[in-house]
Nanobody
Framework: QVQVVESGGGLVQAGGSLRLSCAAS????????LGWYRQAPGKQRELVAG???????NYAESVKGRFTIGRDNAKNTVYLQMNSLKPEDTDVYYC?????????????WGQGTQVTVSS
C-alpha cells in the first residue's frame, strides 16, 4: 500500500515564505511525475507546479518566479518552496504522485495542507 503525506502548511503574512513537503511511502517501484495542486472551496483543483522524473518543471503563471518545486528521489519526497506569498495564494494544497507499485501505475493524492496568507 502506498501513502502520500504532506506537511508544512500554516499561517504566514503576505510577503513571507513557506515550504511544503510531501513524502511517499510503502511499496514503491518507481515515482514518475509529481505535482502540487491547490483548491479553494467551491472551485476546481488547479495545478500549481509539476516536476517530471527527469527534473523538468512547469508552473502556473500566477506563481512563476515565486514558487520552486524540487524532488529528492532518494527520499521519495517532493518540495514546494513558496516565497513572496500573497493573500490569493490562500488555499488547501495537495500533493499528487504518479507511482508505479506492484507493476501498476496509479495517481495518489495526499490529504491536503492548509496555507493561509494574511494581508
Amino acid at each position: 500500500q502506498v501513502q502520500v503525506v504532506e506537511s508544512g502548511g500554516g499561517l504566514v503574512q503576505a510577503g513571507g515564505s513557506l515550504r511544503l513537503s510531501c513524502a511517499a511511502s510503502g511499496r514503491i517501484d518507481t515515482i514518475n511525475a509529481l505535482g502540487w495542486y491547490r483548491q479553494a472551496p467551491g472551485k476546481q483543483r488547479e495545478l500549481v507546479a509539476g516536476i517530471t522524473s527527469g527534473g523538468s518543471t512547469n508552473y502556473a503563471e500566477s506563481v512563476k518566479g515565486r514558487f520552486t518545486i524540487g524532488r529528492d528521489n532518494a527520499k521519495n519526497t517532493v518540495y514546494l518552496q513558496m516565497n513572496s506569498l500573497k493573500p490569493e495564494d490562500t488555499d488547501v494544497y495537495y500533493c499528487n504522485a504518479n507511482i508505479r507499485s506492484g507493476g501498476v501505475s496509479w495517481s495518489y493524492w495526499g490529504q491536503g495542507t492548509q496555507v493561509t496568507v494574511s494581508s
